[in-house]
Nanobody
Framework: QLQASGGGLVQTGGSLRLSCAAS????????MAWFRQAPGKEREFVAG????????DYADPVKGRFSISRDNAKIIVYLQMNSLKPEDTADYHC??????????????????WGQGTLVTVSS
């Protein structure tokens, strides 16, 4: 089970930090990622982190502005979002892939999903 939190309303240029806590068994090799879905658009990959190797991947629109990290002691992933833009407005979902260490950008590769947390960036 995944529990996401941290969304809200922020002005352009502001920051937010999303959190996603996982409960239950995950094994030793897994990937956690954030996807987002704006109204009328398809769900898109934002960032991912491989738990064992701590490798990360970011979608081009968020590179240099967003940072994904993890809590070593708990299965919690964070998404620090800086320099937010109106186009970042979306419902953000965390996802878990327990099948290995490869960070996939394809939503269908993730078996477990948290509920969305809404991020709204006003202009």
């Amino acid at each position: 089970q995944l529990q996401a939190s941290g969304g809200g309303l922020v002005q352009t240029g502001g920051s937010l930090r999303l959190s996603c806590a996982a409960s239950g068994r995950t094994g030793s090799s897994y990937v956690m990622a954030w996807f987002r879905q704006a109204p009328g658009k398809e769900r898109e990959f934002v960032a991912g982190i491989s738990w064992r190797s701590v490798m990360t991947d970011y979608a081009d629109p968020v590179k240099g502005r967003f940072s994904i990290s993890r809590d070593n002691a708990k299965i919690i992933v964070y998404l620090q979002m800086n320099s937010l833009k109106p186009e970042d407005t979306a419902d953000y979902h965390c996802a878990l892939n327990t099948a290995g260490n490869i960070i996939s950008r394809i939503a269908g590769q993730y078996r477990y999903w948290g509920q969305g947390t809404l991020v709204t960036v006003s202009s």
